[in-house]
C-alpha cells in the first residue's frame, strides 16, 4: 500500500518562512508533486521533483530525497493569501497520484 | 481553454437515488481521472482513462460507480443506489500523455454530493 505522512497543521507570521515535511512509501516513484488547495476549491499545481535536490519557483522551493523517502515545501514572505491545505502526492506509476491528508497552514498578521 | 470544468458544482441528493456528474478536460489532454476528496483527507484515486479506454479503476469503486469517457472527451460518473457513505467532493482532472510537455495533472473544481 501507499504510506504518505505530513503534519495536519502548521501556523505561522505573515512574511516568515514556513518548512512543510512529507515522508512516503511508496509501491513506486514516479515523481513527487505539492498543490496547494484553498477551502472548497481544486487542488492547484506548485512543484514537481523527480531528481535528488532542491527545486525552486518564486517563493516556493520543494526538495527530494529519494533514499529517504522524503520531501519538504517551503514557503518563504508569507502572504496572508498563503493560508490553505498543503498536498503531497507521489505519482507511483505513470500515471496515479497518492495524496497524503494534507496540511493547513495558518498566517497570521 | 479555461481549464478543466465540472458539472453540477453541488449535488443534494436522496440515499437510494442514482446521480451522474460530468467532467470536461482541458481539451488537449487525453488523460483523465476521477479522485474522491473527504473532509480533511487528500484527494484518493477512482479511476483512469487515456482516451476513450478506462484503464484502471480503483478498489474503492465498489459496482454501484461507474464513469465513462465515450468519445475520449468528456467524462461521466455515475453512482446508483447512493449510500450516506458517497458524500465527498469528486474531483475530475486531466493531463498530457506521459512524457510529452508538462507532466501535472489539472483538477477541476469538483463536484460536492451530499447524500441524505
Known amino acids: 500500500g501507499q504510506n504518505i505522512d505530513q503534519p495536519t497543521e502548521m501556523t505561522a507570521t505573515e512574511g516568515a518562512i514556513v518548512q512543510i515535511n512529507c515522508t512516503y512509501q511508496t509501491s513506486g516513484f514516479n515523481g513527487l508533486f505539492w498543490y496547494q488547495q484553498h477551502a472548497g476549491e481544486a487542488p492547484t499545481f506548485l512543484s514537481y521533483?523527480?531528481?535528488?535536490g532542491l527545486e525552486e519557483k518564486g517563493r516556493f522551493s520543494s526538495f527530494l530525497s529519494r533514499s529517504k523517502g522524503y520531501s519538504y515545501l517551503l514557503l518563504k514572505e508569507l502572504q496572508m493569501k498563503d493560508s490553505a491545505s498543503y498536498l503531497c502526492?507521489?505519482?507511483?506509476?505513470?500515471?496515479?497520484?497518492?495524496f497524503g491528508a494534507g496540511t493547513t497552514v495558518t498566517v497570521r498578521a | 481553454d479555461t481549464g478543466v470544468s465540472q458539472d453540477p458544482r453541488h449535488k443534494i441528493t436522496k440515499r437510494g437515488q442514482n446521480v451522474t456528474f460530468r467532467c470536461d478536460p482541458i481539451?488537449?489532454?487525453?488523460?483523465l481521472y476521477w479522485y474522491r476528496q473527504t473532509l480533511g483527507q487528500g484527494p484518493e484515486f477512482l479511476t483512469y482513462f487515456q482516451n476513450e479506454a478506462q484503464l484502471e479503476k480503483s478498489r474503492l469503486l465498489s459496482d454501484r460507480f461507474s464513469a465513462e469517457r465515450p468519445k475520449g472527451s468528456f467524462s461521466t460518473l455515475e453512482i446508483q443506489r447512493t449510500e450516506q457513505g458517497d458524500s465527498a467532493m469528486y474531483l475530475c482532472?486531466?493531463?498530457?500523455?506521459?512524457?510529452?510537455?508538462?507532466?501535472?495533472?489539472?483538477f477541476g473544481p469538483g463536484t460536492r454530493l451530499t447524500v441524505t
Open positions: 502526492a507521489v505519482k507511483d506509476n505513470d500515471y496515479k497520484l497518492s
Open positions: 482532472a486531466s493531463s498530457h500523455p506521459e512524457g510529452t510537455m508538462s507532466y501535472e495533472q489539472y
Open positions: 521533483n523527480v531528481l535528488d
Open positions: 481539451s488537449e489532454h487525453n488523460r
